[in-house]
């Protein structure tokens, strides 16, 4: 039996929104050949398992695939680290090193604009564009749709979906935020899905940095398939 913690990162200030994410914090309670298994079970956009909570090593699956980075994965076991364990300054993907900062309640994680799976960003004319989206932009199946609600500010509309990773659409996408703040070159505040808040902002030499709020919904025990 493992113990299972679900959460949801990128929530607004008021506890909306937000992205499920599954964490195992004892990743040895899930065996490496089940894990796959686990994450298309669980069927949540992405399931964590902990590796070594001291070092912040971790894995990340899709329902279909093991992901070298993604955004709010990272975004959310580091929060709920210092909730549960401590508080990290690293963790360790596959894809590499990411910094960790804690700040007013937020988490953010620090990473290279080269990680993300290959997302697209279809600009349109109003974020009411963005509402009204019924399917993919373009019809490709690793984009998402933004408009600009505040340019002035910053703050920007948008929906993504990620298809080509077993997703139709996503509450809340870290990795793609960090592709459109490296296009865009500067601090944005992204509005994405239902009611979910990311923060992203370039560091320069290739990083961006994204964060936001995470709460935890449920802990519960776990027998893997």
Request: overall charge negative.
């Amino acid at each position: 039996m493992a113990r299972l913690h679900l959460l949801r990162v990128f929530c607004d200030e008021g506890g909306h929104g937000g992205n499920p994410l599954a964490v195992f914090l004892d990743g040895a309670e899930v065996a490496p050949e089940s894990r796959q298994g686990v994450a298309a079970d669980l069927g949540l956009s992405e399931t964590v398992c902990v590796d070594d909570a001291e070092r912040g090593e971790i894995h990340i699956f899709t329902p279909t695939v093991e992901l070298g980075f993604a955004g709010h994965p990272t975004v959310g076991t580091a929060w709920l680290l210092a909730e549960e364990r401590v508080p990290v300054e690293l963790l360790r993907v596959p894809a590499g090193e990411l910094g960790v900062r804690y700040e007013h309640g937020m988490t953010f994680v620090t990473a290279r604009v080269e990680w993300p799976d290959p997302f697209e960003w279809e600009q349109l004319a109003s974020p009411g564009e963005v509402d009204a989206l019924e399917e993919p932009p373009r019809g490709h199946d690793l984009i998402g749709g933004w408009a600009w609600l505040d340019e002035e500010a910053g703050t920007i509309r948008a929906r993504v979906f990620p298809v080509r990773l077993g997703i139709a659409e996503d509450e809340a996408t870290g990795s793609a935020a960090v592709r459109l703040c490296a296009a865009l070159d500067r601090e944005i505040d992204i509005h994405q899905g239902r009611g979910s808040r990311i923060f992203a902002r370039p560091r320069g030499e290739g990083w961006i940095e994204i964060g936001g709020r995470a709460l935890l919904d449920e802990v519960r025990d776990y027998a893997p398939p």
